[in-house]
Structure formats: C-alpha cells, structure tokens
C-alpha cells in the first residue's frame, strides 16, 4: 500500500550518533571505576533501560548516578560538536521522498542535543514537525511516541511508515501498529529485527516501500 507519511527515529537513521551517546555513557562511567558492556547495554535500551542499569548492578548509588548523567550528557554534547555524525545520503533521500510523502521525527534525543546536532545539517527543512523525548510521556519502546506522531499528523497507521535501526524503537513501531522498516546501523546491527516489515541498507530504498513498487 502506498504510503503518505513517514516517521523517522533520529540517531542511527538520520545521524549517525548511537556509536557516541554510548561511549560518552562508558567514559562517564569509566570515571567511577565501572566499566560498560555493550552487548548488555544494547539489551537494556531494547527494553527501554539505558547506561545506569549497569551502574546500579554494580552499586552505584542514586546520587553518583545523578551526577555522572550529567556528565554523560556534557561528553556527548561535546562528540556531537566535534565529531562527524553525518550519514551519507541523508539529505538527497530526504528530498526525493519529500516529492512523495510528508515526514517527521519522533526521537527519544532530548531537545538541547537535537539543537547542537541541526544547527546547520539540512534535515529539518524535509519535516513537518519534530517530537522529542519532552514532548511525550513515556519512552520507546512504549508506544506513545509513535501514537504523538500519527495524532500529530491525523495519520491512519495504514497510511505511516516507521523508519527505525533499533529493537526499541521497532517494538514501539510494533506496539503502536505501524509498519517499520529498520535500516542498517553497524551499531545496532545485531538486535532482534524480526518484527520489522523491511530491512533496507539506506534511506535511498524507502522511494520504493513508499511508493509500493521494487
């Protein structure tokens, strides 16, 4: 079926940023001695969980936790300035689907580093909106996100595309009953994808699912 809408996750579809969110977590918690796993810290965001999981499985208390945050979220900021966090194609993929489709983001990014990351990328200018981690209650993989964005719109799922690269943000896909195609993330490469309704390699191929040809 075609489609006319298109709600795009951020990091990992559209910047490439999940590589950096976790090791500013590793360093933050490399400061206090513990040391971050990433194939366990990759099963705790599927369910919704994070850095401090492994944290608190070590001891940490509440009070340091709340202080290395703060300092896991100035080591990001400062890889999202410095870092190349552009994915090629991006932006020619948006602007093809621009022809087809009225787009958005649901991002789980919170709204100061979704600011750092778009001061000057071309991305913004494709969407219609953009909801992000205070604008929803709860979190992917909870539904919500995705159910903002099609009230947002005044969507029918049947009409949506979710792009995703994650588990969580495609159980959320899944739990709100909108398809999701996952594209590829070396990252996120090993989560269980087996919900999706397409695996692509880059944005490029979503003219085809969109248009329901190829």
Partial sequence: MTKKFVL???DGVLVD???WYHRAGERALADIGVSLDKDRYLRDMARGLGTWAQARAAGVGEEVIGRQRA???AYYREYLRTEAIEIEGVVEALAELSKHVRM???TTAKRVDFEI???NRGIRRFMDFVLVREDYERAKPHPEPYLAGLKRFGA???ETLVVEDSARGLSSAVAAGIECAVVHNDFTAEDDFS???YRIGALGELRGIVLGVG
């Fill in 8 to 10: 795009f996750d951020h």
């Fill in 17 to 19: 940023t999940e590589f």
């Fill in 71 to 73: 300092v896991r979220d």
């Fill in 104 to 106: 958005a983001i649901v």
């Fill in 117 to 119: 990351i778009h001061e």
């Fill in 156 to 158: 029918a799922r049947e």
């Fill in 195 to 197: 919900g999706a309704a």
